[in-house]
């Protein structure tokens, strides 16, 4: 069953549509609260509306997100922040939980289940605990609504200061050498300083301050810039410090001793003794090849030095980009980024990752003629597997509208059993702004950062119409672990760093010949450049993370004094003589969602690069056959079982941390590479 999708929806009657289904759900609770509890009447009716609801809640989501209409946008946000309201209200009901926790207390009943609707029993009586349902102190309860507001202030607080305290940096033309001609396009000049010489104004967003890190020939120039970028926001140290203490208040509430603990318990890593785990392996066999790789950029800086005539200093992060970037160019040749753009016309890209892909999972793809979509030329995609409709996927690959990434996939409605015995199927988008072509002499042609964007983002899509939960809670994204829920589309992205894979989903523009191996092999082969220093500051980051959230409230360090010394002997890069206050920026750190879980995205290369390596290659060679077992034990579960059990099944064996390490040039002796 396919029901057909409404795009065509109002501000007003998203926020009808949000308050029907929290009018509902509450109605339901109440019922169930009072009623004797069993599978059938206490999980099943609520698993049933929510099946309802969160296929309604994803589409406003998405509206929200690709709309040009800013009152569709401002509802659907509103929307978004009241169901989140109500979602907590209701996982903190005593009443409800009570009923829940004696269906979980049943054993001769939950024999009689299968395997997904026990595990749904589980997570309901799981995310209830973790709101307070089942503390029986009233004023426990009213201090835990008082610590997760003031938590929710603070995290506003700190994005909004992030937002607002816009820096501005006044630079002559000279003092930004080496920039591109497209970064002085329409730059916004001044007179400033003694010489009142015209200055090019450089701001602190993101865009302006990559872009100068990362071209600025100047040493003076770099640090200038560093130093303004990361001294902003200073206040926001004292919001995360009181962030850190009211969490260890919230969760020993909980019954926890520190915001790590509570926080891993949902994760594959269950707590932060496996998450350091995995740091600690990374830290130790990333430090050789990052000293070699800190060796080769300091001899770079030290040329550098020498020909202007200068005293070289030391090697800073104000340094890290500029150089690394001067280092890649080394490997490659100059002309390689623009002879590989030509391999990569936008429109035949997407539709051979599309015919890799379907021959990857054993389904076929169907244009549709004539469905709805929210714009005429989206293009929808029929997916079946053996003649049975799985899914569908709809590609706008010119939303200039949307909001979020310049390309990204979302689940329009989740698939689930319906009470009827039909299933209803998912629905997927991938959503791009790429330009439309001026005619059709002039492609639209994709650098291979796009391309690797698209290969990540269409896997994403098959993700979410490839998986056969039973319920909709666990067909979305927020049902797989955090350090999962990355792990599938990475794992495809790898794809794109294959010579074979490029050479299938490319074809130039003029000659329709594939990209050759050897201008491939190069790009493939530069990946590594620089690399180990990128990731042991994620290992830093990750491990400062667990550090400020697993400590026991008896260390005096504050946490911009604990950055500072971690990042100085597990960075290997200094950030210089100048204090920086960098932990202000970081909003990942304040956010409730993300505390103590930043190593999440690390693990998910660790693991995507492992599942790729062991079983999508095979001696050398693109190894399709691989797609069945990774659907089977990957993709289909969704959050039905647990997400380590299924990679482990596909892998044969436990997870390990050596693909990983041998794609960013580690010697790993034996084991397998992409």
Request: charged letters at 25%; aromatic letters at 6%; hydrophobic letters at 45%.
């Amino acid at each position: 069953m396919a029901t057909a999708l409404q795009f065509d929806v109002d501000a007003d009657e998203i926020l009808v549509r949000s308050i029907n289904m929290i009018a509902k759900e509450r109605l339901l609770l109440d019922q169930i609260a009072t009623a004797p509890p069993s599978f059938a009447e206490t999980i099943k009716p609520l698993a049933e509306l929510r099946n309802v609801h969160m296929s309604e809640f994803a589409l406003i989501q998405f509206l929200g997100s690709i709309t040009a209409s800013q009152a569709v946008h401002a509802a659907s946000l509103e929307a978004e922040k009241m169901i989140k309201e109500f979602n907590a209200e209701s996982l903190a009901r005593s009443d409800v939980f009570q009923a829940v926790q004696a269906v979980a207390s049943n054993d001769d009943e939950l024999e009689l289940l299968c395997i997904e609707d026990r595990r749904l029993v589980e997570q309901m009586e799981l995310e209830s605990r973790r709101h307070g349902a089942h503390l029986d102190d009233s004023s426990a309860k009213q201090q835990l609504q008082t610590l997760t507001a003031r938590l929710a202030e603070l995290e506003q607080l700190f994005q909004q200061n992030i937002r607002e305290t816009r820096a501005r940096v006044l630079f002559t033309r000279g003092e930004l050498a080496g920039l591109p001609p497209s970064f002085f396009r329409a730059r916004e000049e001044c007179r400033g300083g003694d010489d009142d010489d015209v200055k090019l104004v450089v701001t602190t967003d993101l865009g302006d301050y990559l872009t100068l890190m990362q071209h600025a020939r100047l040493e003076a120039t770099r640090r200038a810039m560093f130093l303004v970028h990361n001294t902003r926001c200073r206040g926001n140290v004292a919001l995360l410090e009181e962030a850190v203490g009211l969490r260890r208040e919230k969760v020993r509430l909980l019954g926890f001793h520190t915001h790590a603990e509570y926080a891993l318990q949902p994760l594959m890593a269950r707590g932060p003794h496996a998450a350091h785990a995995m740091l600690s392996e990374l830290r130790t066999r990333l430090a050789e090849l990052g000293t070699g790789e800190l060796e080769q950029l300091e001899q770079l800086k030290q040329a550098d030095m020498q020909a202007m005539g200068r005293v070289y200093e030391g090697f800073f992060e104000a340094d890290r980009s500029y150089y690394a970037a001067r280092r890649l160019q080394q490997t490659r040749r100059a002309d390689d980024d623009d002879e590989c753009r030509g391999y990569f016309e936008l429109e035949p890209v997407v539709q051979q990752i599309l015919a890799l892909f379907q021959e990857l999972f054993a389904v076929s793809l169907a244009k549709q003629e004539g469905m709805h979509a929210w714009r005429p030329d989206v293009d929808v995609y029929e997916v079946r597997e053996a003649g049975v409709l799985t899914g569908h996927i709809y590609v706008d690959l010119h939303c200039t509208a949307t909001r979020g990434p310049r390309v990204v996939a979302a689940c329009l409605r989740p698939g689930y059993d319906c009470s009827d015995g039909t299933r209803q199927v998912p629905a997927a988008a991938l959503v791009a702004r790429f330009a439309r072509p001026v005619d059709s002499s002039v492609p639209v042609l994709l650098a291979h950062a796009d391309v690797e964007a698209l290969v990540r983002e269409l896997g994403r899509a098959f993700q979410h119409v490839l998986c056969a939960t039973k319920w909709a809670q666990f067909h979305s994204s927020r049902a797989l672990e955090q350090d999962f829920v990355h792990v599938p589309a990475q794992t495809l992205a790898r794809l794109a760093w294959n010579v074979e894979a490029l050479q299938r989903i490319s074809a130039h523009h003029r000659t329709g010949e594939p990209i050759p191996a050897a201008l491939a092999g190069r790009l493939v082969a530069a990946r590594p450049q620089g690399a180990a220093l990128d990731h042991l500051r994620q290992v830093f980051l990750s491990l400062y993370d667990l550090a400020i959230h697993n400590a026991d409230g008896e260390s005096h360090d504050s946490v911009d004094e604990l950055f500072d010394a971690m990042n100085a002997s597990i960075s290997l890069v200094p950030a210089g003589a100048t204090r920086t206050f960098v932990v202000a920026r970081l909003g990942q750190l304040m956010s409730e969602r993300l505390a103590a879980r930043y190593f999440a995205f690390l693990a998910a290369q660790v693991y995507s690069a492992d599942l790729f390596a062991a079983r999508f290659v095979k001696d050398g060679k693109l190894a399709l056959d691989a797609g069945a077992a990774f659907r089977e034990h990957v993709l289909r579960l969704g959050g039905s079982e647990d997400s380590m059990d299924g990679m482990c099944a596909f892998l044969g064996r436990q997870p390990s941390c050596d693909a990983f390490l041998a794609s960013v040039g580690a010697d790993c002796g034996s084991a397998a590479t992409e």
